[in-house]
């Protein structure tokens, strides 16, 4: 079984940083990709940051050039950095990953931005 669990979220302040961080209970040189989305309340899930077993990311139009994402497959976990937040970023953030045609997604963590 995939487990997935967020950790980082919170309050951060509008020009703010955040850096959120998702620990897999499978090694992720055996999935598909592995990354994050957003949601707010109402709104469709949308695409944050992904990356590809063979390296390849893949970004929000939202958040290009203002995010980051890095993979660890020794530590298992996938970590995502934004700056510029602003009061748009706030939203349900989750960890994603797939393996072998299957999508996985942790709990969730909140993250708001201050205006």
């Known amino acids: 079984q995939v487990q997935l669990v967020e950790s980082g979220g919170g309050l951060v302040d509008s020009g703010g940083s955040l850096r959120l961080s998702c620990a897999a209970s499978v090694n992720l040189i055996n999935v598909n990709a592995v990354g994050w989305y957003r949601q707010v309340f109402g709104r469709k899930r949308e695409l944050v940051a992904t990356?590809?077993?063979?390296?390849?990311?893949n970004y929000g139009e939202s958040v290009q050039g203002r995010a980051t994402i890095s993979r660890d497959t020794v530590k298992d976990t996938v970590d995502l950095e934004m700056n510029g937040l602003t009061p748009e970023d706030t939203a349900y953030y989750y960890c994603y990953l797939q393996r072998a045609g299957v999508d996985y997604w942790g709990q969730g963590t909140r993250v708001t931005v201050s205006s």
């Open positions: 990356v590809t077993s063979g390296g390849s990311t």
